[in-house]
């Protein structure tokens, strides 16, 4: 059972192409999260937002470009990618007060592969 | 820095065999920890949480104790099944910043 859905489940696209993930949170949560997983590696952390304002970008390239339009929305936007953007790349929600953040909930991810 | 170490994979069990999956970590301030669980071609899911010292978080026959004298957080189940197969992640969260540890990775046979 989860409370963040992710949508589509599997993408295909070349590099020239442009294309958008969604994730949408059902949980009440005001911050969202975009995680990066690729074979073989940890678990990295893109985007943070919190109350809609973009908290945290760890030196994502641009052809990366989020956007949360309210609280229970967020977008990845993917433009020109490379073939090593291929990953599962996973959104998350949590509920933050003061500075404190709960437990994050997680989608069940987008299967990106980039030609 | 703050960090997450756990075992490092992959671990072949047989069924019904007992499992630890050990979880060290390195935090500033009093952590909330976790373990959660990825099947394949899922995302993660919290599999259980604690949240102070001498706490047990339990589900679905797993458990794990915050232990803060020793900094750890190991996971343990008395008698696998092969539905158990998966990657299982040790994380924390400090302030609202989260923690992952890089997965172990678990086959239970028959």
């Known amino acids: 059972e989860t409370g963040v859905t992710q949508t589509p489940r599997h993408l295909v696209m070349g590099m020239t192409n442009k294309k958008s993930l969604k994730c949408e949170q059902h949980?009440?949560?005001?911050?969202m999260y975009w995680y990066k997983q690729s074979a073989k590696k940890p678990l990295e952390l893109m985007f943070v937002?919190?109350?809609?304002?973009?908290?945290e970008n760890n030196s994502v390239p641009s052809r990366f470009s989020p956007e949360c339009p309210n609280s229970s929305h967020l977008f990845l936007h993917l433009h020109t990618l490379q073939p090593e953007d291929s990953a599962l790349y996973l959104c998350?929600?949590?509920?933050?007060?003061?500075?404190?953040?709960?437990?994050?909930?997680f989608g069940p991810g987008t299967r990106l592969t980039v030609l | 820095g703050d960090s997450v170490t756990q075992m490092e994979g992959p671990v072949t069990l047989s069924e019904e065999a007992f499992l630890t999956i050990n979880c060290t970590y390195t935090a500033t301030g009093y952590p909330s920890l976790f373990w959660y669980v990825q099947y394949p071609g899922e995302g993660l899911q919290l599999l259980l949480k604690a949240t102070k010292a001498d706490d047990k978080g339990s589900n679905k026959g797993f458990e794990a104790t915050y232990r803060k004298e020793t900094t750890s957080f190991h996971l343990e189940k008395g008698s696998v099944q092969v539905s158990d197969s998966a990657v299982y992640f040790c994380a924390f969260v400090t302030g609202n910043q989260f923690y992952f540890g890089t997965g172990t990775s678990l086959t239970v046979i028959p």
């Open positions: 998350a929600s949590s509920q933050e007060d003061r500075g404190r953040a709960d437990t994050q909930y």
């Open positions: 949980l009440g949560h005001n911050a």
């Open positions: 937002y919190n109350f809609k304002e973009q908290t």
